[in-house]
Protein backbone atom coordinates (compact mmCIF):
# COMPACT_ATOMS: atom_id res chain seq x y z
CA UNK A 1 0.00 0.00 0.00
CA UNK A 2 1.17 3.69 -0.51
CA UNK A 3 0.44 6.38 1.63
CA UNK A 4 -1.71 8.95 0.51
CA UNK A 5 0.37 12.04 -0.57
CA UNK A 6 2.86 9.77 -1.36
CA UNK A 7 3.16 11.15 -5.33
CA UNK A 8 2.73 14.97 -4.51
CA UNK A 9 5.67 14.55 -2.12
CA UNK A 10 7.00 13.17 -4.58
CA UNK A 11 6.82 15.78 -7.21
CA UNK A 12 7.68 18.33 -4.93
CA UNK A 13 11.30 16.42 -4.10
CA UNK A 14 11.80 16.12 -7.61
CA UNK A 15 10.90 19.67 -9.06
CA UNK A 16 11.83 22.20 -6.09
CA UNK A 17 15.53 22.23 -6.91
CA UNK A 18 13.94 24.03 -10.67
CA UNK A 19 12.26 26.34 -8.55
CA UNK A 20 15.25 28.39 -6.84
CA UNK A 21 15.73 31.75 -8.05
CA UNK A 22 12.44 32.32 -10.41
CA UNK A 23 8.95 34.51 -8.99
CA UNK A 24 5.15 34.05 -9.59
CA UNK A 25 4.18 36.23 -12.32
CA UNK A 26 1.02 35.97 -11.76
CA UNK A 27 -1.53 33.60 -10.54
CA UNK A 28 -5.73 33.02 -11.76
CA UNK A 29 -7.94 30.94 -9.67
CA UNK A 30 -11.22 30.61 -11.43
CA UNK A 31 -14.11 28.48 -11.51
CA UNK A 32 -12.33 25.42 -12.87
CA UNK A 33 -8.49 25.68 -13.19
CA UNK A 34 -5.96 27.41 -11.23
CA UNK A 35 -3.44 29.24 -13.51
CA UNK A 36 -0.33 29.78 -12.65
CA UNK A 37 2.90 32.04 -14.63
CA UNK A 38 6.82 32.32 -13.73
CA UNK A 39 8.92 34.98 -14.31
CA UNK A 40 10.87 32.60 -16.54
CA UNK A 41 7.25 32.81 -19.12
CA UNK A 42 6.69 28.85 -18.65
CA UNK A 43 2.93 28.40 -17.09
CA UNK A 44 0.93 25.27 -15.53
CA UNK A 45 -2.67 24.59 -14.56
CA UNK A 46 -4.61 21.98 -12.53
CA UNK A 47 -8.82 21.83 -11.90
CA UNK A 48 -9.97 23.31 -9.25
CA UNK A 49 -12.32 20.93 -7.63
CA UNK A 50 -15.99 22.08 -6.83
CA UNK A 51 -15.68 20.74 -3.47
CA UNK A 52 -12.53 23.10 -2.96
CA UNK A 53 -15.21 26.21 -2.09
CA UNK A 54 -13.94 27.14 1.16
CA UNK A 55 -16.59 28.90 3.45
CA UNK A 56 -16.94 32.85 4.18
CA UNK A 57 -15.15 35.49 3.19
CA UNK A 58 -11.35 34.22 2.59
CA UNK A 59 -10.39 31.70 0.55
CA UNK A 60 -6.85 32.34 0.13
CA UNK A 61 -5.72 35.05 2.68
CA UNK A 62 -2.96 35.19 0.94
CA UNK A 63 -4.46 36.83 -2.13
CA UNK A 64 -3.00 39.83 -3.45
CA UNK A 65 0.55 39.04 -2.35
CA UNK A 66 1.51 35.95 -5.11
CA UNK A 67 3.00 37.99 -7.42
CA UNK A 68 6.34 38.58 -6.82
CA UNK A 69 6.50 35.62 -4.76
CA UNK A 70 9.53 33.06 -4.57
CA UNK A 71 7.94 29.59 -6.56
CA UNK A 72 9.10 27.36 -4.28
CA UNK A 73 6.00 29.02 -1.57
CA UNK A 74 3.37 27.86 -4.03
CA UNK A 75 5.26 24.50 -4.89
CA UNK A 76 5.57 23.83 -1.01
CA UNK A 77 1.24 23.19 -1.26
CA UNK A 78 2.30 19.57 -2.72
CA UNK A 79 3.19 18.93 0.58
CA UNK A 80 1.33 21.87 3.09
CA UNK A 81 -1.37 22.43 1.47
CA UNK A 82 -4.43 21.69 3.97
CA UNK A 83 -7.22 21.34 1.24
CA UNK A 84 -7.81 20.91 -2.57
CA UNK A 85 -7.57 24.23 -3.32
CA UNK A 86 -4.04 24.85 -2.23
CA UNK A 87 -2.78 21.37 -3.58
CA UNK A 88 -4.24 22.47 -6.92
CA UNK A 89 -2.20 25.79 -6.55
CA UNK A 90 1.06 23.62 -5.73
CA UNK A 91 -0.09 21.22 -8.70
CA UNK A 92 0.17 24.28 -11.47
CA UNK A 93 3.34 25.46 -10.22
CA UNK A 94 4.62 22.27 -10.66
CA UNK A 95 3.34 21.82 -14.47
CA UNK A 96 4.55 24.86 -14.96
CA UNK A 97 8.06 24.13 -14.02
CA UNK A 98 7.92 20.72 -16.14
CA UNK A 99 8.71 21.18 -19.76
CA UNK A 100 8.29 17.50 -21.26
CA UNK A 101 9.86 17.70 -24.91
CA UNK A 102 8.03 18.52 -27.67
CA UNK A 103 7.10 15.63 -30.06
CA UNK A 104 6.42 13.49 -26.49
CA UNK A 105 3.59 11.48 -27.95
CA UNK A 106 2.00 14.53 -28.33
CA UNK A 107 -1.80 15.62 -29.52
CA UNK A 108 -3.38 11.94 -29.41
CA UNK A 109 -6.24 11.21 -27.22
CA UNK A 110 -4.86 8.69 -24.58
CA UNK A 111 -7.16 5.72 -24.85
CA UNK A 112 -5.51 5.40 -28.69
CA UNK A 113 -2.71 3.56 -26.42
CA UNK A 114 -4.80 1.13 -25.16
CA UNK A 115 -5.85 -1.27 -27.89
CA UNK A 116 -9.13 -1.95 -26.22
CA UNK A 117 -10.62 -4.97 -26.82
CA UNK A 118 -13.97 -6.44 -26.70
CA UNK A 119 -14.97 -8.06 -23.70
CA UNK A 120 -12.58 -6.36 -21.19
CA UNK A 121 -13.16 -4.37 -18.73
CA UNK A 122 -12.43 -0.72 -17.86
CA UNK A 123 -12.69 1.38 -14.84
CA UNK A 124 -13.22 4.93 -15.57
CA UNK A 125 -12.28 7.26 -12.01
CA UNK A 126 -13.74 10.53 -12.97
CA UNK A 127 -16.31 11.42 -15.53
CA UNK A 128 -14.69 11.90 -18.69
CA UNK A 129 -17.34 12.35 -20.68
CA UNK A 130 -15.86 12.77 -24.57
CA UNK A 131 -14.39 8.84 -23.72
CA UNK A 132 -17.39 7.12 -22.91
CA UNK A 133 -18.58 6.32 -26.63
CA UNK A 134 -15.47 5.82 -27.93
CA UNK A 135 -14.61 2.97 -25.34
CA UNK A 136 -17.60 1.58 -25.83
CA UNK A 137 -17.51 1.27 -29.44
CA UNK A 138 -14.20 -0.80 -29.09
CA UNK A 139 -16.57 -3.79 -27.55
CA UNK A 140 -14.61 -2.89 -23.36
CA UNK A 141 -17.33 -2.80 -20.94
CA UNK A 142 -17.24 0.33 -19.39
CA UNK A 143 -17.98 1.20 -15.58
CA UNK A 144 -17.64 4.93 -14.41
CA UNK A 145 -16.86 5.30 -10.61
CA UNK A 146 -17.90 8.98 -9.98
CA UNK A 147 -17.85 11.28 -6.82
CA UNK A 148 -19.95 13.80 -8.02
CA UNK A 149 -23.98 12.70 -8.24
CA UNK A 150 -24.91 15.80 -10.31
CA UNK A 151 -23.05 14.25 -13.16
CA UNK A 152 -23.18 10.82 -12.81
CA UNK A 153 -25.00 8.42 -10.51
CA UNK A 154 -22.71 6.78 -7.99
CA UNK A 155 -21.24 3.48 -6.98
CA UNK A 156 -21.57 2.37 -3.80
CA UNK A 157 -18.07 1.37 -2.18
CA UNK A 158 -18.84 -2.32 -2.91
CA UNK A 159 -18.87 -1.80 -6.36
CA UNK A 160 -16.79 0.71 -6.65
CA UNK A 161 -14.46 -1.75 -5.06
CA UNK A 162 -15.22 -4.55 -6.97
CA UNK A 163 -15.01 -2.62 -10.31
CA UNK A 164 -11.27 -1.72 -9.28
CA UNK A 165 -10.47 -4.62 -8.69
CA UNK A 166 -11.36 -6.67 -11.58
CA UNK A 167 -10.80 -4.19 -14.41
CA UNK A 168 -8.59 -4.38 -16.77
CA UNK A 169 -7.80 -0.97 -17.81
CA UNK A 170 -8.13 2.14 -15.39
CA UNK A 171 -8.44 5.48 -16.32
CA UNK A 172 -8.07 7.72 -13.57
CA UNK A 173 -8.64 11.48 -13.05
CA UNK A 174 -5.85 13.91 -12.54
CA UNK A 175 -7.59 14.99 -9.71
CA UNK A 176 -7.31 12.16 -7.63
CA UNK A 177 -4.23 13.85 -6.31
CA UNK A 178 -5.95 17.05 -5.45
CA UNK A 179 -8.41 15.36 -2.84
CA UNK A 180 -5.87 12.78 -1.76
CA UNK A 181 -7.85 9.71 -3.20
CA UNK A 182 -5.50 8.51 -5.67
CA UNK A 183 -3.28 6.40 -3.80
CA UNK A 184 -6.30 4.45 -2.03
CA UNK A 185 -7.51 4.25 -5.55
CA UNK A 186 -4.50 2.95 -7.19
CA UNK A 187 -4.33 0.16 -3.95
CA UNK A 188 -7.78 -1.30 -4.66
CA UNK A 189 -6.67 -1.84 -7.97
CA UNK A 190 -5.51 -6.05 -8.19
CA UNK A 191 -3.33 -6.51 -12.40
CA UNK A 192 -5.11 -4.48 -14.77
CA UNK A 193 -2.95 -4.34 -17.67
CA UNK A 194 -2.52 -0.52 -18.07
CA UNK A 195 -3.60 2.17 -15.77
CA UNK A 196 -3.40 5.87 -17.46
CA UNK A 197 -3.46 9.02 -14.92
CA UNK A 198 -5.35 11.60 -17.56
CA UNK A 199 -6.05 15.18 -17.69
CA UNK A 200 -4.73 18.98 -17.69
CA UNK A 201 -3.48 18.51 -13.70
CA UNK A 202 -1.53 15.72 -14.49
CA UNK A 203 2.28 15.74 -13.55
CA UNK A 204 4.40 14.72 -16.34
CA UNK A 205 7.10 13.34 -14.33
CA UNK A 206 7.10 9.50 -14.93
CA UNK A 207 9.56 8.54 -11.64
CA UNK A 208 7.20 9.62 -9.49
CA UNK A 209 4.50 6.92 -10.22
CA UNK A 210 7.72 4.49 -9.56
CA UNK A 211 6.31 1.64 -7.63
CA UNK A 212 3.15 2.58 -8.74
CA UNK A 213 1.00 0.00 -11.38
CA UNK A 214 0.43 3.58 -13.62
CA UNK A 215 1.64 2.99 -17.73
CA UNK A 216 0.28 6.16 -19.00
CA UNK A 217 0.41 9.93 -18.01
CA UNK A 218 -1.96 11.90 -20.02
CA UNK A 219 -1.52 15.99 -19.70
CA UNK A 220 -1.45 19.22 -21.00
CA UNK A 221 1.50 22.14 -21.41
CA UNK A 222 0.34 25.53 -21.74
CA UNK A 223 1.70 27.13 -25.32
CA UNK A 224 -0.36 30.97 -24.90
CA UNK A 225 -0.06 31.78 -21.03
CA UNK A 226 -1.85 35.18 -22.50
CA UNK A 227 -5.11 33.66 -23.40
CA UNK A 228 -5.25 30.76 -20.84
CA UNK A 229 -4.83 33.07 -18.06
CA UNK A 230 -7.55 35.28 -19.53
CA UNK A 231 -9.99 32.66 -20.10
CA UNK A 232 -9.40 30.93 -16.23
CA UNK A 233 -9.93 34.12 -14.89
CA UNK A 234 -13.41 34.71 -17.22
CA UNK A 235 -14.74 31.34 -15.77
CA UNK A 236 -13.41 29.13 -18.97
CA UNK A 237 -13.17 25.23 -18.84
CA UNK A 238 -11.35 22.70 -20.86
CA UNK A 239 -13.30 23.19 -24.32
CA UNK A 240 -12.23 26.90 -24.08
CA UNK A 241 -8.55 26.10 -23.11
CA UNK A 242 -7.97 23.81 -25.61
CA UNK A 243 -6.56 25.66 -28.23
CA UNK A 244 -4.29 27.12 -26.34
CA UNK A 245 -3.14 23.66 -24.89
CA UNK A 246 -0.52 21.24 -25.95
CA UNK A 247 -1.63 17.70 -25.04
CA UNK A 248 1.21 14.92 -24.15
CA UNK A 249 1.21 11.60 -23.51
CA UNK A 250 4.05 9.37 -21.81
CA UNK A 251 4.19 6.06 -21.62
CA UNK A 252 5.76 4.88 -18.34
CA UNK A 253 8.36 2.32 -18.77
Given at each position: MIKSGTIL???YESIEPAAQNLRIADLRIGLSYVGIKLDDGAAGLAAVLPESAVRGCTVLKEAG????????????????????????????????LVLPKKGDNEDREATTYLN????????????????????????????????NPERLDLLSPEDKEKALKNCDVAIITATTLLNNTFEET?????APRSVVLMGPSTPLVSEIFRDTPVTHLGGAVVVNSTKVLQIISEGGGTPALRPYLRFVNLINK
Open positions: NRLTYVGLPVVETLKYLVEGKNALRRAVGVATANALQPGEKVVMVGLFAPLVERIRSTGATLTIVEKIDLLD
